[in-house]
């Protein structure tokens, strides 16, 4: 599969977000700080997110905010911002040899299967929001008080 770490680090970024808004002026560098990735691969996620309407990111003084409420953003919402909307989720291997019979018909085979699993998993990211992941957190994040105490 061809997945890149974008998609787990916009939702540790929206997360933090989610958590901390209200509390805290949060800017690239408390985003790397939080995810550990660098700042500027940060900027270039908030830019994503931001041109995708999912945050707003203000200038000067500065801060970064929810654009939407968690129940309305998608896991498929975060994953096109950050990949892209034709991302390819499996690569096929790109020299097969064209004088072997399975060499020859490769793509052909998989192409059909492969697009049909990635539409079935683009659905179901479809129904998976922020606001599910954030209640996971937090309920993790319960529990671990309640097993200290």
């Known amino acids: ?20 808004q209200d509390e805290e002026k949060i800017t690239s560098e408390v985003l790397a700080d939080t995810t550990g990735v660098n700042a500027v691969n940060i900027r270039k996620i908030l830019a994503n997110l931001k041109s995708s309407g999912l945050v707003v990111v203000k200038a000067g003084v500065g801060g970064t905010y929810l654009n939407k ?13 950050v990949e892209g909307h034709d991302q390819k989720l499996f690569r096929m291997h790109e020299h097969p040899n064209v004088n072997c019979p399975v060499g020859r018909t490769i793509q052909d085979v998989l192409e059909v ?3 049909a ?12 929001y922020l606001s599910d992941m954030y209640d996971d957190m937090e309920n993790i994040l319960n529990n671990e008080e309640s097993s200290e105490n």
């Open 69 to 81: 409420k968690p129940e309305e953003i998608s896991v498929r919402m975060i994953f096109e911002s």
């Open 113 to 115: 299967r492969l697009q």
């Open 1 to 20: 599969m061809q997945f890149s770490g974008k998609l787990a680090t916009a939702v540790h970024i929206l997360l933090y977000i989610e958590k901390y």
């Open 117 to 128: 699993l990635q539409d079935e998993l683009l659905q179901k990211m479809e129904y998976m």
